[in-house]
């Protein structure tokens, strides 16, 4: 039976890779004139594939604008088929929020043009996430297009039905050999009557469900292929007892595909198989720097930024929604599959990083001057010189010791709540900046009358807060002339404890950490392993000969400093290690790699935060990582994705034994090393320990009994790309020529995480909301006069007309708090939540403030899905499944 053979024109358009971003816009400028010539033709060149990501008329436009009519004419007769995406994310290491804004974005920016691609379409990224299926449905979107995680192993079909974690399913044509497969079509007679019988195609269109066949014409950067009309018109000659060319699109293949009726088998999960394409599995360690600062922007702005600012808009504040857009296509350029995996050049990774830092100073900025409208604003008659106001962007009220940065204008005060009731609170760091801060001048009203202290200090403190309000904010009092400090002090015993946990700190440097709840005692936690990386930008690899150093076999030096609220450990090694792979082989050591492990224990807190700082230019090809040995035998990891949690062996059982049985086959080793978006843990019914990172949040579960949570702190490696690896054998994926020494990150750098041991199973400690918690800090503001120069800038009075206490609403129940935002195109906000548990169904009773109007679920374009039930501005979310997320509408 003759196949049809659907002929896609297209270009995979990587906006940077080995090449800058400057490049790669240069290039779009010709390329993009072209194909918009190519399509104004009246010839059979009907439409072309502009790689599923409108950021690329952003950019053409920018440089380009005399053309935005002709393309939206284009877009409007089907054939520029453009979307859905903005870019085209990774699904992995990305944030769920980031995916769906992303997706969001990329939408409403095609529409402007006509209407985008309805498929989820993601040719390149390197595997597929287990919620992705929710995200599309809740898009509209019930097929998506891939190529990497599917092996002919888990389907026989290259067309499939997909499974979420949640449940939701939905259509699968896998471009089984790659995007590129039809971009290198020969002139020549001879080789072209050979094309279609060699492979790829030889294979894979033999796995196809139907008679339907795809043939994506296009490449990397790839022109568009003016003759190809000619070549299809040669190649039906050709092949005409077996072929038939037509060329089509995307939708236009699935339409033909599912109008053939096939039984399609179901595939669940993640899809991270990486036999027949490569998968990188170890690309969430790559430039930990980097990464690191995605992870801390990310959590901001979702979890500090845009609470603030919804807070700020229902106080009546304007929410600057022009500003937010901007900061999220920043970060959604970080997040294509090669930028945000750091498998590019250094140069290239430069332009990373200052998207980063533009991302977070704008975002910093912004919430910094909300902070200060909110603070300035408040009518607090106990209000004296200066004040501090604390924000809960959570969705209950806290309790507990935080941390901030203030100037103090003496060391010994008094800090009031609103009841009057005394705050402790410890100094951590003092400078004297008084010159700095008093001289700057730049002041208004030269007449007025301000506080003007005689020293200014600036600081680190602790403050022990009490009922700051949910998704609110309080304003504390500070009385000079009183005192509620706590004063740090250097101990000489080798214990601390709080209400929770009673840590002591060994003499090679480990911790035993006894859970105060249920009498457990964790042994040698806290272990720091160094060894080497012969991987490259994409993988990390072993090396052949490795050497494996640990800090139990060195000698720290230990400090313990503690207060009434506030106890902190010390730990400084200096590991000797080699300083090369080629020492590393001859186990030679030469180098040294100082690291400091910093262990914060805070009065009524449930968790224990870290800090590993480590002086890195002497080393280079190395990877160090943090053990903790939880003592649960596991089969199966916990781990949380963009919305909810899944499982994770251990171990790839199945697919190991088919690797070991036939390597050549594999492109990449099947390495149970896993990317988490904020805890990953082991739990058995009585008893469990989460690690909660906030830089590199790559993992391996370890140990002969798989008891072990090994997280990778930092990575290092020369080069973009290497060849034969032990994880990854054959070729360098990338340019092997390409050196990367700014990926040895010979520098000194900070990485934060935190641990949280539990007397309960998994549900039942709700480890999703802790891990939240852990990532959404109470943030102080602190006001004051004789600040308000170029310090911060001056600002004129404003009329205080604020309360002293706020709360927008309170949630109480299992469900875990995703997002607060403002609506895209009506004026209340948006909020959504997700079940972050196992096994238990999700509920949550959210109680408003505020006078409510309309509660609606909406869809993730915020479409009006059904009007919730309120009752006294009380609203209850009830059977809400397994990693299921609900999305409200408020006004």
């Not at 816009?25 to 399509?39: A, G, R, S, T």
């Not at 007679?189 to 492979?199: G, I, S």
């Not at 936690?525 to 930008?537: A, K, L, M």
């Amino acid at each position: 039976m003759k196949k049809t053979v659907h002929v896609v024109p297209h270009s995979h358009w990587d906006r940077e890779w080995y090449f800058t971003t400057s490049r790669s816009k240069i290039y779009l400028m010709h390329d993009l004139k072209n194909v918009i010539e190519q399509l104004e033709k009246d010839d059979p060149y009907e439409s072309f594939i502009l790689d599923g990501q409108a950021s690329l008329l952003d950019d053409y436009l920018k440089w380009r604008p005399q053309d935005k009519e002709r393309i939206q004419q284009l877009v409007q007769q089907g054939k520029l088929i453009i979307g859905p995406w903005y870019t085209q994310t990774d699904q992995l290491v990305i944030s769920g929020e980031s995916i769906v804004r992303n997706m969001l974005y990329g939408m409403k920016i095609c529409e402007a043009f006509g209407t985008y691609m309805n498929v989820g379409y993601v040719p390149d990224s390197f595997g597929q996430a287990a919620s992705m299926p929710q995200i599309y449905r809740e898009f509209g979107i019930t097929d998506t297009m891939f190529w990497r995680g599917v092996s002919d192993d888990d389907v026989k079909c290259t067309e499939y039905k997909w499974r979420g974690e949640d449940g939701s399913v939905v259509n699968v044509y896998q471009i089984p050999s790659g995007y590129y497969i039809g971009g290198a079509i020969p002139e020549r007679e001879v080789e072209l009557a050979k094309f279609l019988h060699q492979e790829p195609f030889k294979t894979t269109w033999g796995r196809s469900a139907t008679d339907q066949v795809y043939f994506p014409n296009g490449f990397d950067q790839a022109p568009v292929r003016e003759n190809l009309p000619e070549l299809v018109d040669r190649m039906n000659q050709l092949y005409q007892d077996e072929y038939v060319l037509q060329f089509s699109t995307i939708e236009k293949y699935i339409a033909a595909v599912k109008a053939r009726h096939p039984e399609l088998e179901e595939i669940a999960g993640e899809l991270i198989n990486g036999k027949l394409m490569r998968i990188h599995k170890t690309i969430f360690s790559s430039r930990p720097d980097l990464k690191a600062m995605n992870t801390q922007i990310q959590h901001y702005l979702v979890n500090v930024m845009e609470p603030i600012l919804t807070m700020a808009m229902q106080l009546g504040f304007e929410y600057p929604v022009e500003t937010v857009i901007e900061i999220w296509k920043l970060m959604f350029e970080n997040a294509a599959h090669d930028s945000i995996g750091s498998c590019v050049s250094d140069t290239t990774n430069e332009d990373i990083y200052m998207r980063y830092k533009q991302a977070r100073d704008i975002s910093m900025n912004l919430v910094e001057l909300t902070l200060r409208q909110i603070s300035t604003a408040i009518n607090n008659p106990q209000a004296k010189e200066i004040t501090f106001t604390l924000f809960n962007t959570y969705d209950t009220k806290r309790n507990g010791v935080i941390e901030a940065e203030v100037y103090l204008p003496q060391k010994e005060f008094a800090i009031l709540d609103q009841s009057g009731q005394a705050l402790p609170y410890t100094i951590l760091e003092l400078t004297d900046q008084t010159e700095y801060v008093l001289n700057q001048g730049n002041i208004l009203d030269p007449v007025k009358e301000i506080y003007l202290p005689e020293k200014v200090y600036k600081a680190k403190i602790a403050i022990e807060t009490t009922d700051v309000p949910s998704m609110g904010y309080t304003q504390l009092t500070i009385d000079l002339k009183g005192d509620t400090s706590a004063p740090l002090q250097e101990i000489t015993t080798n214990t601390i404890e709080n209400e929770y946990y009673q840590i002591t700190v060994n003499s090679n440097g480990s911790l035993d950490i006894l859970d105060k709840t249920n009498q457990v005692l964790y042994q040698n936690q806290g272990i720091i392993e160094e060894n080497g990386d012969d991987g490259d930008s994409f993988n990390y690899s072993p090396p052949v000969k490795d050497f494996v150093i640990s800090s139990i076999d060195a000698q720290p030096t230990i400090s313990i400093l503690q207060s009434a609220i506030y106890q902190k450990i010390d730990v400084a090694f200096t590991l000797r290690v080699p300083k090369d792979l080629a020492e590393r082989a001859e186990k030679k050591i030469s180098a040294s790699l100082p690291i400091q492990l910093t262990i914060v224990l805070k009065k009524q807190s449930q968790q224990i935060d870290f800090k590993l700082t480590v002086e890195n230019q002497q080393v280079d090809s190395h990877r160090v990582c943090v053990l903790f040995d939880t003592g649960i035998a596991s089969k199966f990891s916990l781990a949380d994705q963009q919305f909810g949690t899944l499982q994770r062996p251990v171990m790839f059982e199945k697919e190991m034994a088919l690797w070991e049985a036939n390597k050549e086959q594999w492109n990449e080793q099947p390495i149970a090393i896993e990317a988490c978006q904020s805890f990953v843990s082991l739990f058995d019914a009585s008893h469990g320990v989460a690690v909660m990172p906030q830089g590199v949040r790559e993992y391996e579960i370890v140990g002969e009994a798989f008891d072990t949570i090994r997280l990778t702190i930092f990575r290092t490696y020369g080069f973009m790309g290497k060849e034969n690896l032990l994880y990854r054998p054959g070729r360098a994926s990338g340019e092997s020529v390409i050196a990367t020494p700014a990926a040895q990150c010979h520098k000194t750098m900070h990485f934060d995480f935190s641990v949280a041991y539990f007397a309960q199973g998994f549900d039942q400690a709700n480890v999703a909301q802790r891990a939240k918690q852990a990532v959404t800090p109470i943030t102080l503001y602190q006001s004051a006069e004789f600040l308000n120069s170029r310090l911060i800038f001056t600002l004129g009075p404003v009329e205080p007309t604020l309360p002293a206490n706020y709360s927008l609403f309170e949630i109480n129940g299992n469900l875990t708090l995703s997002v607060l935002k403002k609506a895209e195109a009506r004026p209340g906000y948006i909020l959504r939540l997700y079940n972050g548990l196992l096994d238990e169904v999700g509920h949550a009773t959210i109680t408003f403030n505020h006078p409510v109007n309309v509660v609606e679920t909406v869809d993730l374009k915020e479409a009006t899905k059904e009007a919730l039930l309120v009752e006294k501005n009380v609203v209850t979310l009830e059977k809400i499944g397994h990693a299921k997320f609900v999305t409200l509408y408020v006004e």
